[in-house]
T-cell receptor, first 112, second 114 residues
Framework: QKEVEQDPGPLSVPEGAIVSLNCTYS??????FMWYRQYSRKGPELLMY????GNKEDGRFTAQVDKSSKYISLFIRDSQPSDSATYLCAMFIYNQGGKLIFGQGTELSVKP | DTGVSQDPRHKITKRGQNVTFRCDPI?????LYWYRQTLGQGPEFLTYFQNEAQLEKSRLLSDRFSAERPKGSFSTLEIQRTEQGDSAMYLCASSLAGAVYEQYFGPGTRLTVT
């Protein structure tokens, strides 16, 4: 079993929809949780990171962490065609170096 | 705005040949990471440096792989005697040592071994 599980999709939504992307993890020692966006044939782009349980908002994006359930989410409001990309969750344990553990990525398509 | 750069962007090589990739991190970042990503998967950690010191290597980094960061600035990743299974995107990232949660990735080098 992988340490971080993410539904690969693909997920297709109409423009303006609210998108929910999710990851589950098995290692309760994970402390930091990141969301990256990756366009086709490009490197991942850091969207947000969170440390504690709860919500963190940045524009149309909200990251949610529930450590008791080992579950994290990224919500995208008013989705746009330019949001079409693969979304990767990542996490790590702070005092164990800088190794990020990534999920498989969810492919999102926002249709005009 | 100078982000992380990687060179070359694409490399096609024959099985058995050696290849070398270069990564130039964000200038003030003292940590540099290498990851590998295959199609449909998330990146997998290979190794990382703090300044010129290589602090951790993954089990994925076989003896055919070697990475260096000689002056604590740019880094090179060499693969000797390439195999078809080495075909992947090789990603470099950098961060400040005190902000490891903010790793910024380069565009990657796509390696195809024929």
């Amino acid at each position: 079993q992988k340490e971080v599980e993410q539904d690969p999709g693909p997920l297709s939504v109409p423009e303006g929809a609210i998108v929910s992307l999710n990851c589950t993890y098995s290692n309760s020692a994970f402390q930091y949780f990141m969301w990256y966006r990756q366009y086709s044939r490009k490197g991942p782009e850091l969207l947000m990171y969170t440390y504690s349980s709860g919500n963190k908002e940045d524009g149309r994006f909200t990251a949610q962490v529930d450590k008791s359930s080992k579950y994290i989410s990224l919500f995208i409001r008013d989705s746009q065609p330019s949001d079409s990309a693969t979304y990767l969750c990542a996490m790590f344990i702070y005092n164990q170096g800088g190794k990020l553990i990534f999920g498989q990525g969810t492919e999102l398509s926002v249709k005009p | 705005d100078t982000g992380v750069s990687q060179d070359p962007r694409h490399k096609i090589t024959k099985r058995g040949q050696n290849v070398t990739f270069r990564c130039d991190p964000i200038s003030e970042h003292n940590r540099l990471y290498w990851y590998r990503q295959t199609l449909g998967q998330g990146p997998e950690f290979l190794t990382y440096f703090q300044n010129e010191a290589q602090l951790e290597k993954s089990r994925l980094l076989s003896d055919r792989f070697s990475a260096e960061r000689p002056k604590g600035s740019f880094s090179t990743l060499e693969i000797q005697r390439t195999e078809q299974g080495d075909s992947a995107m090789y990603l470099c990232a950098s961060s400040l040592a005190g902000a490891v949660y903010e790793q910024y990735f380069g565009p990657g080098t796509r390696l195809t071994v024929t």
